[in-house]
């Protein structure tokens, strides 16, 4: 009697043998990719890969129709990075950046994220997006929230003044934030600080382009 776990791997091997004998190798390329790879439509997850799955921690079916938001520490951090890219992708069709995420667990860890649209004049609309996760080369150091909101902005080369009119708070309240950070992880400045923190700072990361 076959076991269900050799009788899956066995359909997983038909697949692939049915896949490279007919030269079709879509399905197969997004399934097995060694990196997360999802699509979405206005938001909202509606297919993703094995890979994708087991770096939040979900099963293969677990996130499908599921709101974004339920992959970032708190809703307020989603609403505060959920539009980032958009004028980017409307122009080029082009966008990446490196942002916390949270997994099923509530563990968080940085990812590399980048994204393409296929209804580029409404850029969210319908799109496909890789994920990667950093935590070997870039471990997540315990920060509270408007903490990371912080240091995600400095990485995308906000100023201070920037910064506060995007989380709706005073500059002078950013300012001691970003002191408090300095003098938390003990360094001088900005570039320190992100080298502490893993190196964030660097030629990967995706600059803030003015509104």
């Excluded at 999802?38 to 921690?57: C, K, L, P, W």
């Excluded at 393409?116 to 920060?143: C, G, K, M, N």
């Amino acid at each position: 009697m076959v076991s269900n776990g050799a009788g899956a791997r066995n359909i997983v091997e038909t697949r692939i043998d049915d896949c490279f004998g007919s030269g079709q190798f879509a399905e197969l390329a997004f399934t097995y990719a060694p990196v997360g790879l999802v699509v979405t439509e206005n938001r909202v997850i509606r297919d993703y890969n094995i890979a994708f799955a087991e770096m939040f921690g979900y099963g293969v079916e677990d996130l499908k129709n599921q709101v974004f938001s339920v992959l970032y520490p708190t809703n307020e951090e989603f609403t505060n990075v959920r539009d980032r890219g958009v004028k980017r992708l409307r122009e080029t069709n082009t966008y990446w950046d490196e942002r916390i995420m949270a997994r099923k667990d509530g563990s968080l860890f940085w990812c590399r994220v980048r994204g393409h649209s296929f209804t580029p004049d409404q850029p969210l609309r319908r799109a496909v997006w890789s994920f990667a996760d950093l935590s070997e080369i870039r471990p997540y150091r315990d920060l509270t929230r408007r903490e990371r909101e912080i240091v995600s902005y400095l990485a995308d080369g906000l100023t201070s003044k920037e910064i506060a009119l995007k989380l709706d708070i005073s500059y002078r309240t950013v300012e001691v934030y970003r002191a408090k950070l300095l003098k938390k992880f003990g360094v001088a400045n900005s570039n320190a600080l992100f080298q502490a923190l893993g190196d964030i700072e660097g030629d990967h990361v995706v600059r803030h382009v003015p509104e």
